[in-house]
């Protein structure tokens, strides 16, 4: 009798019982959340894609109007395209380099080191003989004035 008393009269029970059946309140509240995001995704996902198909749909008109497609190439463009969009993001190619962390180094040659290089054609050199040339005549001539 004390057995029956401490299961169907214990005060401590009934709350962990309230508190057990809240708790899968809860859970089932988590689930229902769970779905209502996936079907309202699912929506936008769906809407989205129709929206493309539209636009493809009308690029590939334009492109018949034109003359630079006939009809069933639009349809496998349109298609190719859809198939595309709905693949997942994570299948697309990876490339094969990795992006460097530190960016790339560039040297900046001054007038000296580019003057003293042995890359540079004679014919370079006659022309900046010639440039200089005429830049003295030129303060030459702004001074006579």
Known sequence: MLVVGVVSGSPSL?????????LGDIVQKAIYLGVGLASYAGEKAGGKL?????????????????????AE??????????????QSPTSAPVPSEKTPKEPR???????????D???QAPNVQNLRQQVQGLQEELRRLKRDQ
């Not at 129709?50 to 109007?65: F, I, N, P, S």
């Open 50 to 70: 129709g929206e493309l198909r539209a636009q493809v749909q009308k690029l590939a008109d334009e492109m018949v109007a034109r003359g630079e497609i006939n």
């Open 105 to 115: 180094r560039i040297e900046i040659l001054s007038e000296d080191e580019e003057a």
């Open 73 to 86: 190439e639009a349809k496998g463009f349109v298609e190719e395209l859809m198939k595309q969009a709905q």
């Open 117 to 119: 290089s042995e890359s």
């Open 14 to 22: 009934r709350e962990e019982c309230t508190a057990m059946r809240g």
